[in-house]
Structures are given as structure tokens and as C-alpha cells.
């Protein structure tokens, strides 16, 4: 039942926007890349990163290393690739939170994803899954959404980040179900599944 709220990832590599001249294009690439993933080790997001390397290296002839900036939801590493040198060596990882909603939730947001990042490749698309620790005494939605009701402030429920699919939906969720249940923002998947196993108190 319900406890960690796994995030919908539609799952972006993005790179800066850049203009090579021919020559360059034609050298391109000549170093390594940096590609950084705006979730923890571990995470889904992180694991198809890494899967994607060697078959990167192979295809681009130079090695693809991976850095994990999973802070802030993802607005960190999304702003540090946006605001880095436009010669196409970093990209970023990212999904629907830093990507789709952060613009619309924070008034200042340091970058425009539209503006400053150009969508490469949509990798993966994942679902929403409501999962709980099983001490919790709900078996079916039907039930977490009367748990919650007769015990509105009770209890918790993990996210991968504030601004993420799976804090949206939740709170989604609760508005239409007239409920409540305290945020707990993760910075990425494992650490809220981990909140999970060890609490029998949320959602």
C-alpha cells in the first residue's frame, strides 16, 4: 500500500545549446563528457545512466563520466549544466520536475529550460507507484484514503524531492481526497525508500 511515492520520470538527456562551426563539428568530440544526473546513486535515473556509458563511449569514442547532483529536486545539477560553457562536453540527466514543473513553481528559478537546454533523447518513461511499509493498516487506496482522514497530520509520506512528480501527485491526491500528510522531500529514490523500511508511520 502506501508509503513511498515513486516519481513518473520522463527521463531527458539535455545538453546546452551551442553552435559549432563546421570544423569543430567535425572534431567533435575530442575529450571527455560529463553527464550529470540529477538524482542520487542508485536511483532509477542513475541506473540508466551508467547502463548508457559504455555503449556512449563506444558510439562517441570518449569516455561519458557520470556525476550525481540529485540536490534541490534537481534544480542544482539541471542550473549547473544550463549555465555551463555551450561547446556541447556537459549534459545533463534530468526528468519532469527540474524539466516541466520547477518553472512553474519557482518564481526564480535560475534557468529557462527551454532557453538555456535542448532536448536530446526522452530515455524511459516510468509510473507512479504508492507503496508502504507493511506495518501500515491500509491494504488498498480505499483504505490510506480513510487512514489519513480519520488521522489527518498522523502521518508522512516520502518524495523524491519537493517539486517532483511524485510530491505533486500526492498532493494531488490529498486535495481531491479532502486528506493530509506531511511532506517528507528526499533528495532522489533510495533514500525515501530507505524512509520507508525503517518507519511504520508513513505514507
Excluded at 551508467?50 to 547532483?69: H, P, T, Y
Excluded at 509520506?157 to 506531511?182: D, Q, R
Aim: hydrophobic content about 40%; aromatic content about 8%; overall charge positive.
Amino acid at each position: 500500500m502506501a508509503h513511498f511515492l515513486h516519481n513518473l520520470r520522463y527521463l531527458v538527456i539535455s545538453l546546452t545549446a551551442c553552435t559549432f562551426v563546421l570544423a569543430q563539428a567535425q572534431s567533435f568530440p575530442n575529450k571527455s563528457i560529463r553527464l550529470v544526473v540529477v538524482a542520487p546513486a542508485g536511483s532509477s535515473l542513475d541506473v540508466i545512466a551508467r547502463s548508457m556509458q559504455d555503449k556512449l563511449k563506444e558510439n562517441l569514442g570518449q569516455a561519458v563520466v557520470v556525476e550525481n547532483k540529485p540536490q534541490a529536486g534537481g534544480t542544482v545539477g539541471t542550473n549547473e549544466v544550463a549555465k555551463s560553457a555551450p561547446d556541447g562536453y556537459t549534459w545533463v540527466m534530468s526528468y519532469n520536475g527540474p524539466l516541466a514543473f520547477g518553472p512553474h513553481l519557482y518564481p526564480k528559478l535560475p534557468y529557462q529550460p527551454e532557453k538555456d537546454l535542448i532536448a536530446v533523447i526522452t530515455t524511459t518513461s516510468q509510473p507512479n507507484v504508492i507503496a508502504a511499509n507493511v506495518q501500515l493498516p491500509a491494504n488498498s487506496m480505499r483504505e490510506l484514503i480513510a487512514l489519513l482522514k480519520k488521522e489527518p497530520g498522523k502521518y508522512n509520506f516520502a518524495s523524491v524531492g519537493n517539486g517532483s512528480s511524485s510530491h505533486l501527485t500526492m498532493e494531488y491526491i490529498k486535495s481531491v481526497s479532502n486528506t493530509f500528510a506531511v511532506h517528507i522531500p528526499f533528495n532522489g529514490s533510495p533514500p525515501a525508500v530507505m524512509s520507508s523500511w525503517n518507519s511504520t508511520c508513513c505514507c
